[in-house]
């Protein structure tokens, strides 16, 4: 009778911690602390940054359609002040340049991949792919850049000025045949006006009044 008042009381005290285990607040591991390679200087803890270790072949290049090149001359006017360190003037991007930088990030990701990995033949293009990371782009450009990419042509050298696209072409000998069809057709309006003046002067240089009747007084 003894053991079983021993074996009951057991029984309620292992009940008992275990329920008190239940309400006990499960504390969660925490996280490694970030370093400051890794986090946007001066920006909102949590948002790291990826560091651009790769590169993009080529025979490949950012299609226009997600970069168009009005996207890129507003690149240029936003980020001008990049260049100073691109071009080995400067050790490091200034305010502004990364101010440029974050503002097309945010709305043109594509013009970031075309700068970064398609530079023109005067950058640095090792300081080119550390620009994005110096200026704090978060966005990781060796995974989300490919995405962009389509096969390079003539019209878009690797490092070189961008020639006119086709269109841009057949819109330039249209407009060329309409102002050479508009000029002829001025010319001919001319020659045609300055015809029938010449006639209308000859015709009355012909014209005379007859003598009266009787004779002159």
Known sequence: ??????????????????QLAAQAPVVAPSAAPPTSDSVIPGGTPGFY?????????????ISPTFCTYYDKQNMASLTGNCQPYLTNLDPMPTAGCCEGMNEVAYYRTACICDATFYPPVMVNLTRSLKLPSLCGITTDLCTQCPSFLVARTADY?????????????????VLGVILSVALVAAAIAITITELKKRKEEKNAEGVYEATPPGGAF
């Open 157 to 173: 050298p690797v490092g070189g000025v961008e020639k006119r696209s086709t269109a841009a072409k057949v819109a330039a000998i």
């Open 49 to 61: 940054i990826v560091p651009v270790n790769c590169t993009l072949h080529n025979s490949s290049m």
């Open 1 to 18: 009778m003894a053991s079983m008042r021993v074996f009951s009381l057991l029984l309620v005290v292992l009940v008992s911690v275990e």
